[in-house]
């Protein structure tokens, strides 16, 4: 029995110490941010298969149900919710990218499955994607948090270190494994306007990216989503113009200047690139508890 023994593997291609970068659909994915993230940088770096879980063990399916299939004959296929993997390799650095449903069985088990892959390629990290959902207008430009847990990883990349208490996702789940095994491990969350939360957000998917591509040290395809984000944007904008109360609160938002966080019904996460280094420490602490109060909702 081998700690990847429910994953069937696609290709055994030769990386040289690579990024893990995964996110998972579902608690840990507002607005679908960080699962477009992943699949834009699949599609854009042309990552070949790799490998995937057996989602038998891990998947509750009358929560997260397969689908039925037609092909241009009629024929009929299931469709299973598994955990998919891809391998690439990109100017700056080999990665790994996961993406799959978040599982609702043996967390534990599942995550010495990714542990597994992570330690078979000898990856130098591994990059969890999130987002939640926040007090923040669309128009401001997306913040992204970045958290860790051991102190070279903070300093190096500029990182948080969690503060968060309470219910978790298997996101927490893989970092605390990470760190058992001594493998470095950060993750990124981008704050979705909580006004679209039914909507799609590729700028918040773009802002991931962004940073995701500052921490491995590569390019990113910034203008992947370009197209989609001025979509949305109009999206967003046709949907306040036909609320009165959202556009009073979208304005409430952006004119709360220098206390972005000072209301008891609404906290702004707009990023001010003039404010000085205590109030950017501030902000990220308040993201922080953002990430908390989002996590917390969850289990509600």
């Given at each position: 029995?081998?700690?990847?023994?429910?994953?069937?593997?696609?290709?055994?291609?030769?990386?040289?110490?690579?990024?893990?970068?995964?996110?998972?659909?579902?608690?840990?994915?507002?607005?679908?941010?960080?699962?477009?993230?992943?699949?834009?940088?699949?599609?854009?770096?042309?990552?070949?298969?790799?490998?995937?879980?057996?989602?038998?063990?891990?998947?509750?399916?009358?929560?997260?149900?397969?689908?039925?299939?037609?092909?241009?004959?009629?024929?009929?296929?299931?469709?299973?919710?598994?955990?998919?993997?891809?391998?690439?390799t990109t100017p700056g650095a080999d990665v790994i990218l996961i993406l799959g449903p978040e599982p609702s069985l043996k967390w534990r088990l599942f995550t010495?499955?990714?542990?597994?892959?992570?330690?078979?390629?000898?990856?130098?990290?591994?990059?969890?994607?999130?987002?939640?959902?926040?007090?923040?207008?669309?128009?401001s430009e997306v913040q992204v948090m970045g958290t860790a847990n051991d102190e070279n990883t903070i300093e190096r990349f500029d990182l948080q270190r969690s503060?968060?208490?309470?219910?978790?996702?298997?996101?927490?789940?893989?970092?605390?494994?990470?760190?058992?095994?001594?493998?470095?491990?950060?993750?990124?969350?981008?704050?979705?306007?909580?006004?679209?939360?039914?909507?799609?957000?590729?700028?918040?998917?773009?802002?991931?990216?962004?940073?995701?591509?500052?921490?491995?040290?590569?390019?990113?395809?910034?203008?992947?989503?370009?197209?989609?984000?001025?979509?949305?944007?109009?999206?967003?904008?046709?949907?306040?113009?036909?609320?009165?109360?959202?556009?009073?609160?979208?304005?409430?938002?952006?004119?709360?200047?220098?206390?972005?966080?000072?209301?008891?019904?609404?906290?702004?996460?707009?990023?001010?690139?003039?404010?000085?280094?205590?109030?950017?420490?501030?902000?990220?602490?308040?993201?922080?508890?953002?990430?908390?109060?989002?996590?917390?909702?969850?289990?509600?």
């Amino acid at each position: 029995m081998t700690a990847s023994e429910h994953i069937r593997w696609l290709s055994n291609p030769r990386l040289q110490n690579p990024t893990v970068i995964a996110a998972f659909s579902g608690w840990n994915d507002a607005a679908d941010a960080a699962s477009t993230a992943i699949r834009t940088l699949v599609d854009a770096w042309k990552a070949e298969p790799l490998a995937e879980i057996d989602p038998e063990e891990f998947t509750d399916f009358a929560t997260i149900r397969p689908s039925v299939r037609l092909d241009d004959e009629a024929q009929r296929s299931i469709v299973w919710p598994k955990v998919s993997m891809w391998h690439a390799t990109t100017p700056g650095a080999d990665v790994i990218l996961i993406l799959g449903p978040e599982p609702s069985l043996k967390w534990r088990l599942f995550t010495e499955q990714i542990i597994g892959v992570a330690a078979r390629f000898e990856a130098n990290m591994v990059l969890t994607l999130g987002a939640l959902l926040a007090d923040v207008s669309h128009r401001s430009e997306v913040q992204v948090m970045g958290t860790a847990n051991d102190e070279n990883t903070i300093e190096r990349f500029d990182l948080q270190r969690s503060r968060y208490e309470g219910p978790t996702g298997i996101i927490s789940v893989i970092h605390d494994a990470c760190s058992h095994s001594s493998i470095a491990s950060a993750s990124l969350w981008a704050a979705c306007p909580a006004i679209a939360s039914q909507i799609p957000s590729p700028k918040a998917a773009s802002a991931l990216i962004a940073r995701a591509g500052e921490i491995i040290g590569t390019p990113v395809p910034l203008g992947a989503l370009h197209n989609h984000i001025v979509a949305y944007d109009i999206k967003v904008e046709e949907m306040i113009d036909d609320d009165e109360d959202l556009r009073e609160y979208v304005e409430r938002l952006e004119t709360m200047g220098d206390d972005p966080f000072g209301t008891e019904d609404s906290h702004q996460l707009q990023f001010d690139f003039d404010v000085n280094e205590e109030d950017i420490e501030e902000e990220s602490h308040a993201l922080v508890d953002e990430v908390e109060k989002f996590l917390r909702d969850q289990d509600n």
